[in-house]
């Protein structure tokens, strides 16, 4: 056979996009259950994208008994969305599969008992790792290769392709297709989010997918005024002062949303004056890397106060995504799915943030399932690999890149926008998003113009549903809606790619669909 060149389309049983946890989880199941399977990444596989960037602590519940109470704490404050069949399942499996790491050499940080701690994991280990476990099974990995477009054929998903950092085009036909691509940040400048432009999104929505929970993208992480770094964890520690001194009460509020308030008179600092010499030792040994910006810059966080900052970490740590049909993690695409924050994980947190264990433990599950579920469609089908072609041709935004940006960061990255939320402010910042989704056909699109798009479309998503549910529940909160609804919960669906469309979809025995 000859060699294939790097521009020849590549066959596969199953291609997975995207490099982070649940993209090397869907790769490494499908894999094991004997399809052969590509994964493109973004960055590169094993160092890029937020997880890679820090320590990750991730949902350990050894303890069955123990799964409902997981649920019950998360139902009623994420505005009873979440479904306790799916808790269960991510806890399960990500004990499953803690314990399969363990099993195939990966070191996890021993307690002082000499007990390992299953609870977190080393991002850049745990990704390295991973990436070994891809070489061993022979998955096929293609790095810097960014998805631009999904591949079609007679209405099922046939791969996707897209173009390398340097330019050559890449296509793989695939009978099954994972999206795994991250959530999307829109470039605020959060650690490891530079790759989470919403690319997997948009390439999605083109081919008619549906979102879910779009609403509830609008999470901030606090941060030092000079640092990338929204770890959460040492928060739980700190206090909060105004620019006179006096202490600030945050209140029942969502940290982000009560700094965001007192922010509007003035500068916010904070302190992690509350931690013990025993919490110091342990949160500079477990989340070193939220550390070394206060080292750098001289200032000891545990007894010096420091400015406050609010970054936007939209759909990774918010909550809305592609919208998944079963646990198998299906779309309403057939041979599409969906993993880890690319989906919507309102099954297991509701409107609320899960940023953090309970997202970390969502990757690995449905990362996991995923896989095994596109490796069983994919060989259902035979040997014969479905011709797709692309459903529409490439598109580049028509504005200047940079005026894009900055309707981006007024509109999206605004906290008076996007957090203090009402009619006419999501109206006026729609009508803004969509003067810029003006396109103009191209046969050929820069990445930065393709990023662009996608968060355009991502805002414009969350927005419309923003703008469609009117209440305040969870992470969305309507100035003008103060108050939640009292009738059935319900989550809302959102398609479309010039014209978004919602609609409500209503619970119905505790579960919001088969």
Known sequence: MAKQQAHDPIQAQVLVLGGGPAGVWAALEAARAGASVVLADKGYCGVSGAAAASNNNIWYVPDRTQYPLYFEEGYLPGGSLSEQSWVEAVLKTAVRQLHFMSERGYRFPVTESGARNYGTLRGPDYMRFMRSQLRKAKVRILDHSPVQQLLVADGQVAGARGERLNGEPWQVSASATVIATGGCAFLSGVLGTNVCTGDGHLAAGEAGVTFSGMEFSNQ??????????TKGLPFHWASYYDEEGHEIDLGAEEPFVAIARASRRGRIFACYDKASADVQRWLRSGQAIAFMPFDRMGIDPFRQRFE???RLEGTVRGTGGIELRGRDCSTNLPGLYAAGDAASREPIVGGRSGGGSPNAAWAMATGSWAGQAAAYFAKAQGEALPAGRTVSELTSNGADLASVMQVIQE????????????????KKALERLDESWRFQKTNHVQRSAREAHAMLYVGRLAYTSALSRRESTALHQRIDYPQGTAGTPYRQRAWGVDKVEIERVVASGGRFHD
């Open 411 to 426: 509109e999206l990255w605004s906290v008076e926008r996007n957090v203090f939320r009402s009619e006419a402010g999501l």
């Open 220 to 229: 901030y992480g606090m941060a030092a005024s000079f640092s990338t770094v």
């Open 308 to 310: 406050l900052s609010l």
